[in-house]
């Protein structure tokens, strides 16, 4: 049977996460032999560490430490919103892990075309590298919610894996339709097919995620062969009211198996809050949704005070429904097809939903 196991850690001492990790892959079977492997945190955005948008650089360090024990090879990579990786990995604290242990950097800038027939209509992928360079894939995401999806865990992590601007294609795509969008980053983390997938639930952030919410003690680090299950797992510890579109998609179509969750004495966590845009529109058909939109969907909206007028929102929109007026972005709601891209790309938190 597949496992998943939710560990205790109340910091992010590297020996203490060293030691937690050792015993978590003992506890699910995953034997570290000398390979090629990548680890793919989650490096959304330039934000410093205590922000809890990036992957914390101590995950990192103790897993590249562990990986170099078994005379492994390691290589960290991810495609960014809309910065390079080198800026992202600095702000994050990620370089200088890389830089001590003498790690190598994948900037994910190529073009490799890879091939799917997976649940979604598409069958084709560009990807900023190719994961089968690599013997090993570790996915190592960061316990977020999300705007669009509700939360952001292991599946949705694999999503990096796209060529950065190419990221907005898909939402362009999948419009309002969060299944559609949901199908596509399943398609993608099968393609991925990540070995392992370590979850930096230590403090997380809940609320206006993902990289404006609050960052939250949780105490947890999740490790699992199955990413599908380990992010059904964390959404029952969080005490979600109904799955997350991937969950529900990934339960739907057989990806979710009988799995044993070992884990120690776990806290409760209580009171975490969900982005405000899943309050209402999550069983809202796709047709009915673009008629409904401007009154039953949330709005992203502008903090005009905290706005400093920089343009990457409308520089990252898919849909181009934003455009600079007096130095302040203005939203075109007709054309707005709610990805919160724009929310989630702001570096001065002034987009609200
Ligand atoms: S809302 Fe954010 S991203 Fe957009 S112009 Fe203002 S500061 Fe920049
Ligand atoms: S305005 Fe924001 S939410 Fe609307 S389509 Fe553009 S990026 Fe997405």
């Known amino acids: 049977m597949e496992k998943v196991a939710i560990k205790t850690c109340s910091n992010y001492h ?3 996460i060293k030691d937690i990790l050792s015993a978590g892959l003992q506890d699910i079977g995953f034997p570290i032999g000398k390979a090629k492997v990548l680890i793919k945190p989650n490096l959304l955005l330039s934000k410093t560490p205590e922000k809890a948008v990036t992957t914390h650089p101590a995950i990192i360090g103790a897993l590249a430490e562990l990986l170099k024990d078994h005379s492994c090879t390691v290589y960290i990579g991810d495609s960014p919103g809309f910065e390079s990786t080198n800026k992202v990995l600095s702000y994050s604290g990620i370089m200088t892990v890389i830089e001590q242990l003498e790690l190598n950097i994948s900037h994910f800038n190529h073009n490799i075309i890879k091939l799917s027939a997976g649940l979604s209509p598409y069958r084709e992928f560009l990807f900023g590298d190719d994961p089968e360079n ?9 316990l977020k919610t999300h705007a669009m999806m509700g939360m952001t865990l292991g599946v949705k992590n694999t999503f990096g894996f796209i060529h950065a601007f190419e990221k907005a294609k898909w939402h362009l795509r999948a419009g309002q339709d969060r299944l ?4 596509i980053l399943i398609d993608i983390h099968n393609i991925v097919k990540p070995s392992l997938t370590i979850l930096d ?4 952030m809940d609320g206006n ?4 919410g609050r960052p939250r003690n949780l105490g947890i680090l999740g490790i699992s062969k199955n ?5 059904e797992c964390v959404e029952k510890l969080v005490h ?10 990934a339960k739907k179509h057989g990806l979710l198996p009988q799995y044993e969750t070992i884990d120690d004495d776990m806290p409760e966590i209580v009171d975490f809050m969900m982005p405000k845009t899943m309050d209402t529109d999550w069983n809202i058909p796709a047709f009915a949704k673009r008629f409904l939109k401007n009154t039953f969907i949330k709005k992203p909206k ?3 005070k905290t706005c400093k007028g920089c343009a990457i929102c409308v520089k990252v929109c898919p849909s181009h429904a934003l455009s600079l007026k007096d130095g302040k972005p203005l939203f075109d709601y007709q054309h707005c097809i709610r990805c919160y891209c724009c929310q989630e790309m702001c570096p001065e938190n002034a987009i609200k939903v």
């Open 201 to 204: 639930g230590i403090i997380g």
């Open 180 to 183: 559609l969008f949901a199908s």
């Open 227 to 231: 990413a599908f299950i380990l992010d």
């Open 14 to 16: 590297v020996k203490t």
């Open 240 to 249: 979600l009211s109904y799955p997350t579109p991937i969950t529900h998609l």
């Open 302 to 304: 502008i903090d005009k």
């Open 134 to 142: 690599y013997d090993v894939v570790i996915n190592v995401p960061k």
């Open 209 to 212: 995620g993902p990289s404006s």
